[in-house]
């Protein structure tokens, strides 16, 4: 490799070694850890949060490829377009796709509840 490639990536290596040492240093007492439903709702949340960004970064890609082979008349139509994908598949992604990823399996393949966001409760003193 050569060195100034040796020279941007030290930092980041660092940095990630030292995140793992710090990460398993927090989790030493041992004596409040949290259960493995707590857990494992906390990585779906990160998960979904996590594709949501990379599909939202993916539509606006796909903007910069259709609006660059397109001529230039045609750009404000192709973004309004993305923009109007990226809205529908989210209205029916709280419909209908998060009642299939974390409702009540069936079959243990897909949710069988949840949809239309039916089962989030907005606590107790929520106006809804």
């Known amino acids: ?67 660059g082979l397109s001529r230039a008349k045609n750009a404000a139509n192709l973004l309004m377009k993305n923009l109007m994908d990226f809205a529908v598949a989210t209205i029916l992604f709280a419909a209908i796709g998060y009642g299939l990823m974390f409702g009540a399996d069936r079959l243990g393949l897909f949710g069988g509840d949840g949809f239309m966001l039916s089962t989030i409760s907005m606590g107790e003193g929520a106006a809804f």
């Open 1 to 67: 490799m050569h060195r100034r490639t040796v020279r941007k990536l030290a930092p980041i290596g660092l940095a990630l070694i030292l995140s793992v040492l710090i990460a398993g240093t927090a989790f030493a007492q041992g004596s409040d850890e949290p259960d493995t439903a707590t857990v494992a709702s906390a990585v779906d949340v990160i998960w979904v949060l996590v594709a949501a960004f990379l599909v939202f970064f993916m539509q606006a890609g796909f903007a910069m490829v259709e609006s």
